[in-house]
């Protein structure tokens, strides 16, 4: 009976993963999205190029999510890769809302909204990597 309901919560966990995958990449497209509209939002036509340029490098997190999506066996060793710049960039926008005093929670107007649905959705980003790199390290059930 025990391994019944083990074999049914490895099912639920394994399809949980299988879903975390092509969100992971679905996420990363919109956060890039968001990431030009705070940009376009925030500066005239003056230095817009050269903010776009910056924000270009962002692109690498949907192309990493997309070759985990479609082949985990052969784009694993990138995925400590993916963790490090998910921790490195929720430290950054963490520390620049700080900075900026979007910890008060006080709504100045639609880029702080955006900017703080960059940085939850980066925590939900880097706990499905890690959820991801956790199913890729647990032996298979099946095998018992």
Known sequence: MLIIVLRIIFYIYMRLISFLKPG???YECFRILVLILILI???GEQGLAIRMIFSAPSALFALMALFIWLD???YRTYLPLFMAGKIIGVFLEALWSIINGQVTM???DSTDVLARLILSG???ALAAVLMIIRSLQKPD???N
């Open 141 to 143: 059930m099946e095998e």
């Open 24 to 26: 992971l990449f679905f």
């Open 106 to 108: 006080i709504i100045r």
């Open 122 to 124: 980066d925590l939900f």
């Open 72 to 74: 985990i066996d052969k």
């Open 41 to 43: 939002l925030k500066s």
